[in-house]
């Protein structure tokens, strides 16, 4: 075992955190058994109480095979640790697209901790792909609770050092495991209303809906969740994942108003972003820019790069982020959710 996974374990034992690399965004992690480890990641992040866990598992020790019926036996035992109700949809899912980025949520076994469930009966299981994350969890032996790496409300950690910026003291060992391949958080899915209401996505990832109802089928049923007795999920807020400079988002037809607005502003200096070619600041004539990006208009790039481009130009100190509209198609969906969450909570 490497020192750094053994320097890992031993502070995990001892009920510490871990910055753990995973393929959406680092997580906090603590042991998901241990009490007053669960606390420290509350207390850390400064996050409200009643707000749930992931809880992050290991993959079967038969590793994937080709036989779906050792796999869904794999899968059955190992969430059956964490779910009283493991549903044939769960373990479908389970089998299609983990290790991956995806959180299914699922009635809790009564030895999960409402600590880590935010006090439901409910509990998100993830089995996340990066090597590093899987290492750690199968060395641990246990089950990892671990929200994204960063301060409530701000901007997930894509790399080891944004996840330093964040929690600056000793109190986090981080396991630098590079920058985050998907770069968004994963898909979380509730199977806990499969009868009434299919398999509803409560946050948009990797893993689309089309992907999740051409395996488990139920495509009538699935729905974005609006009901008022849906479980929490933070990451739904409103204002989340936001830059501390205000972030306005403008489509390409607006440019010229846009334009007029800002050179006729007392704006200093602003960033702007954009996909279309034609929408350059010199071209435009928009003065006073301290820094241009042009997006790719490709979705898993612009997903791998949206949180540290986020935290770039935050720390440029500029007055304002003008960052254009991401384009249509579904493909675009997880990303536009969080950027347009991320200008909600901007400026604040
Ligand atoms: O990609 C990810 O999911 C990352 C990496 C580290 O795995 N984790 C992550 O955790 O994004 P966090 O805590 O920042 O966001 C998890 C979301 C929260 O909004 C939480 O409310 C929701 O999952 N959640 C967790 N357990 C839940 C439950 N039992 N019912 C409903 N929502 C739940
Ligand atoms: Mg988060």
């Not at 699922?106 to 998100?124: D, F, S, Y």
């Not at 990066?130 to 301060?151: D, I, T, W």
């Not at 037809?253 to 972003?273: I, P, T």
């Amino acid at each position: 075992m490497p020192d750094s996974i053994q320097r890992a374990i031993d502070v995990l034992k001892a009920g510490g955190l871990v910055g753990m690399p995973t393929e959406t965004v680092y997580g906090l992690a603590a042991d998901a058994s241990n009490v007053s480890a669960i606390n420290k990641i509350f207390s850390s992040k400064g996050r409200p109480s009643g707000h749930p866990l992931i809880v992050h598992i290991a993959q079967p020790d038969i590793g994937l095979s080709n036989d779906q019926q050792a796999m869904s036996n794999a899968w059955r035992e190992i969430l059956s640790q964490w779910s009283r109700d493991v549903s044939p949809e769960a373990l479908i899912l389970a089998q299609a697209f983990w290790p991956g980025p995806l959180t299914m949520i699922l009635p809790k076994a009564k030895n999960v901790l409402l600590e880590v469930t935010g006090g439901q009966e409910t509990v998100g299981i993830r089995c996340p792909k990066h090597p590093v994350a899987q290492n750690l969890l199968k060395e641990f032996g246990g089950g990892l609770a671990a929200p994204s790496a960063n301060r409530f409300g701000r901007i997930s950690p894509t790399t080891a050092e944004h996840v330093r910026e964040e929690f600056p003291g000793d109190e986090v060992l981080v396991l630098d495991g590079g920058p985050c391949d998907v770069g968004i958080e994963s898909t979380i899915v509730d199977l806990t209303r499969l009868d009434t209401h299919g398999a509803v996505i409560l946050r948009p990832g990797a893993i689309t809906q089309a992907m999740i109802d051409g395996v488990v089928g139920k495509t009538e049923f699935t729905k974005q969740n609006t009901s008022a007795s849906a479980p929490r999920v933070s990451g739904s807020l409103s204002a989340h994942y936001a830059p501390k400079t205000k972030l306005v988002l403008y489509d390409a037809k607006d440019a010229e108003s846009v334009l007029a607005q800002v050179n006729n502003s007392d704006l200093e200096n602003v960033a702007w972003v954009h996909f279309a070619k034609d929408l350059s600041a010199k071209d435009l004539g928009l003065k006073n820019v301290a820094k241009e990006v042009l997006l790719p208009l490709e979705s898993n790039a612009v997903g791998r790069e949206l949180y540290a481009l986020l935290r770039h130009l935050d720390a440029l100190n500029v007055n304002c982020i003008f960052f254009e509209q991401l384009p249509d198609g579904v493909e675009w969906d997880a990303i536009r959710d969080r950027l347009g969450r991320a200008s909600v909570g901007s400026g604040m």
